[in-house]
């Protein structure tokens, strides 16, 4: 039996379920917690228990310093890992969320402990592809104006300066995470990578998700969704489709679903 008090993950269904045979780890983007995952679990089979990782910073954490640099995340979330590593399991992260996935996929391998089944990596470019622009320093009024650009802020937030006090310092922290990231070249991960990108998004391109191919041996799959940067939500019930797909045969339930555009 593992433990669960730690303040690094939140768990789908609160209690330990007894039924549960997989896990499947969410990373979430920048500025938000891992509280936007924890209702997936009700769409997703019974025995795949959801474990949304929660960075410091936010939510139940809100009161502790926000992170600045992948060091500083992906160590502490590896150690929090060990002890939920007793079944197979998988990644999803979406934007920020992905890199630090994928980063923790690799200190996994690094320390020669399981690795996940699979990577979804969510309207992020390769780790390798390195940002056009520098944006967690911008000045507010830019970083606003890009926050708006995303769509995925109300303009409620965005017109009011005591949320704005407190949700930019940390979008700003998450997007130094990504924006400061050194990437080193490793031979590829064993686990397929599914990358999943929403065709309105304009801060991503179809060769910087390409790119995730080159992180891989154990297959690639690209999924293209209606929507921006945010589609996710949008077309949530779709996503979560597309997961099962995945999760199928993993659990005896039938083969991967092949994407139309690319799946090899």
């Given at each position: 039996m593992y433990m669960r008090e730690t303040d690094w993950f939140l768990f789908g269904a609160g209690e330990s379920k007894p039924d549960t045979r997989f896990r499947l780890f969410c990373f979430h983007y920048a500025g938000s917690g891992g509280s936007i995952f924890q209702h997936w679990a009700a769409s997703l089979p019974a025995e795949v228990e959801v474990v949304a990782v929660q960075l410091p910073g936010r939510e139940n954490r809100l009161d502790e310093p926000l992170l600045h640099s992948m060091e500083q995340v992906a160590a502490p979330i590896v150690a929090a890992l060990e002890p939920l590593l007793d079944l197979p399991f998988a990644f999803?992260?979406?934007?920020?969320?992905?890199?630090?996935?994928?980063?923790?996929?690799?200190?996994?391998?690094?320390?020669?402990?399981p690795q996940p089944r699979f990577l979804i990596a969510s309207a992020q470019s390769a780790p390798k592809v390195k940002p056009p622009v520098i944006r967690h320093v911008l000045p507010d009024a830019e970083f606003i104006d890009v926050l708006r650009g995303c769509n995925g802020t109300p303009e409620a937030i965005l017109n009011d300066p005591l949320l704005l006090d407190l949700l930019l310092p940390r979008i700003r922290a998450d997007g130094a995470v990504f924006e400061t990231y050194h990437y080193e070249r490793e031979l590829p991960l064993d686990c397929r990578i599914v990358v999943f990108h929403g065709v309105q998004d304009g801060f991503v391109d179809d060769k910087s998700l390409a790119a995730w191919a080159d992180e891989t041996c154990g297959g690639f799959a690209l999924y293209q969704f209606d929507g921006g940067h945010f589609f996710i939500h949008d077309e949530e019930e779709l996503v979560l489709d597309h997961i099962n797909r995945e999760l199928a045969p993993l659990l005896g339930r039938g083969e991967p679903h092949v994407n139309r555009m690319t799946d090899k």
């Open positions: 999803f992260g979406h934007s920020t969320g992905a890199l630090i996935g994928f980063e923790v996929a690799r200190r996994l391998r690094q320390r020669g402990w």
